[in-house]
């Protein structure tokens, strides 16, 4: 399931675009402000922005314009929501980051169909994936939490990645098997649960993330 942040001042706005998008199958998070949804992207990325312009702190365009400077944020999909419908207006919103726009007042068939196409057709290639204070740096190899460095092996290391890259969806064993140690491979499922374990006791408090979903296999979500 994506998770898809809405930064919007308008309690109205905001509620349609939540109740628009959940009931496509999104999961979805709202924020009155720049400051509160910046907060809460440090604790986890999603796989999509919908930003407002005009905020009550600040200007929606500069906080994209921000995020495609930061190597942790610059390959979010980004799309920006306007009241304002002159051509000039949503270049500019454009080359500031975004990567499409929807103009006010707008359907929801639209607004679907827009965040659809964008999941669609975005491919992230960021080395860097972060969820509630974990992150993985997949270029330097490395894995923090709140910070502070994780030393994995390999397999904890690409064990935690394919979690990662697949977080909120559960994988089974026998897919983490192939996945991770090859289709060939001829160890019992119980190879899995023996690095799961592991994994979590060096991710310490985070590891409660992993969740086990009886006969069939894990998955990293909120708790």
Request: hydrophobic content about 40%; aromatic content about 6%.
């Amino acid at each position: 399931m994506n998770l898809i942040y809405i930064i919007e001042d308008d309690e109205n706005i905001r509620e349609i675009e939540e109740y628009t998008l959940e009931n496509a199958g999104f999961q979805t998070v709202s924020f009155g402000s720049i400051e509160q949804c910046a907060e809460q992207m440090k604790k986890t990325v999603p796989d999509l922005l919908l930003v407002d312009i005009m905020l009550p702190d600040g200007d929606g365009l500069q906080f994209v314009e921000e995020l495609r400077r930061s190597p942790q944020y610059e390959d979010i999909p980004v799309i920006i929501v306007t009241a304002k419908t002159r051509e000039i207006d949503i270049v500019k919103g454009l080359d500031h980051g975004a990567d499409d726009y929807i103009t006010k007042p707008f359907s929801v068939l639209e607004l679907t169909s827009r965040v659809k196409s964008l999941l669609r057709r975005t491919v992230r290639t960021s080395d860097v994936m972060g969820f509630e204070g974990l992150v993985i740096d997949l270029k330097e190899h490395k894995v923090t939490v709140d910070g502070e460095e994780v030393i994995l092996t390999n397999k904890e290391f690409d064990l935690l990645n394919l979690l990662m890259s697949n977080r909120g969806r559960v994988l089974s064993r026998s897919a983490i098997l192939e996945h991770i140690w090859g289709f060939d491979y001829e160890g019992e499922s119980r190879t899995v649960d023996m690095h799961i374990s592991t994994l979590r006791q060096k991710l310490d408090e985070w590891g409660k993330h992993i969740i086990t979903i009886r006969n069939v296999g894990y998955v990293i979500r909120p708790l």
